[in-house]
């Protein structure tokens, strides 16, 4: 009897010695450490009036955020986000609007006229990206919202400076530099 659970303990040192089980081993690890450490809710930085505010309006605040298991830290998803290619397809009607110095203001609407949430035009609901300094409407984090906004029935429309640098066309139209805090063609 003593010789057949030597034999037993052999075979699982032989099958625990192999690589898949090694493997799955860290993996089973990994998916421990994601549970435990990952999920987080948001970190609100702002007064406490507003927090409560935003805690009453908007409940989506109080649950932990989820990462993807493969991607969990912000900074790595900031890296990784160029090297992945998918890009809705998105197809825009352009406005420009001249400014008093020369620019351009560059709105790219999606008007969804096949909104079926929202059939009159006006009453459906306007989400208004602002894509930062050197962001245009083809950035893939604004591809993405404006896809899952057009899936909610929304209309949508994108904000850019086009006598910056940021822009669809990628030149100046002035001889000066815009910095973030200049709002003088938004006013």
């Given at each position: 009897?003593?010789?057949?659970?030597?034999?037993?303990l052999?075979?699982?040192?032989?099958?625990?010695?192999?690589?898949s089980?090694?493997?799955l081993?860290?993996?089973?690890?990994?998916?421990?450490f994601?549970w435990?450490?990952?999920p987080?809710?948001?970190?609100?930085?702002?007064?406490?009036?507003?927090?409560s505010?935003?805690?009453?309006?908007?409940?989506?605040i109080?649950?932990?955020?989820?990462?993807?298991?493969?991607?969990v830290?912000g900074?790595?998803?900031?890296?990784?986000?160029?090297?992945?290619k998918?890009?809705?397809?998105?197809t825009?009607?352009?406005?420009?609007?001249?400014?008093?110095?020369?620019?351009?203001?560059?709105?790219?609407?999606?008007?969804?006229?096949?909104?079926?949430?929202?059939?009159?035009?006006?009453?459906?609901?306007t989400?208004?990206?602002?894509p930062?300094?050197?962001?245009?409407?083809?950035?893939?984090?604004?591809?993405y919202?404006?896809?899952?906004?057009?899936?909610k029935?929304?209309?949508?429309?994108?904000?850019?400076?086009?006598?910056?640098?940021?822009c669809l066309?990628?030149?100046?139209s002035l001889?000066?530099?815009?910095?973030?805090?200049?709002?003088?063609?938004?006013?």
């Amino acid at each position: 009897m003593m010789g057949s659970s030597s034999s037993v303990l052999q075979d699982v040192c032989e099958y625990w010695g192999k690589p898949s089980s090694v493997l799955l081993g860290l993996g089973a690890l990994y998916i421990c450490f994601y549970w435990r450490w990952v999920p987080k809710r948001p970190l609100l930085v702002t007064g406490r009036h507003f927090a409560s505010f935003l805690e009453k309006n908007c409940p989506i605040i109080k649950e932990k955020y989820y990462p993807t298991l493969w991607c969990v830290e912000g900074h790595l998803q900031t890296l990784v986000r160029p090297l992945m290619k998918s890009r809705p397809r998105v197809t825009y009607r352009n406005e420009r609007i001249q400014t008093p110095d020369g620019g351009q203001i560059s709105l790219d609407w999606l008007d969804n006229i096949c909104s079926q949430k929202y059939s009159d035009s006006s009453s459906r609901p306007t989400v208004l990206i602002l894509p930062g300094i050197t962001g245009t409407s083809r950035e893939t984090y604004v591809l993405y919202i404006v896809q899952e906004a057009a899936v909610k029935g929304y209309r949508m429309l994108c904000y850019c400076i086009q006598n910056s640098s940021c822009c669809l066309s990628g030149h100046h139209s002035l001889g000066v530099d815009i910095q973030k805090e200049w709002t003088d063609d938004r006013k």
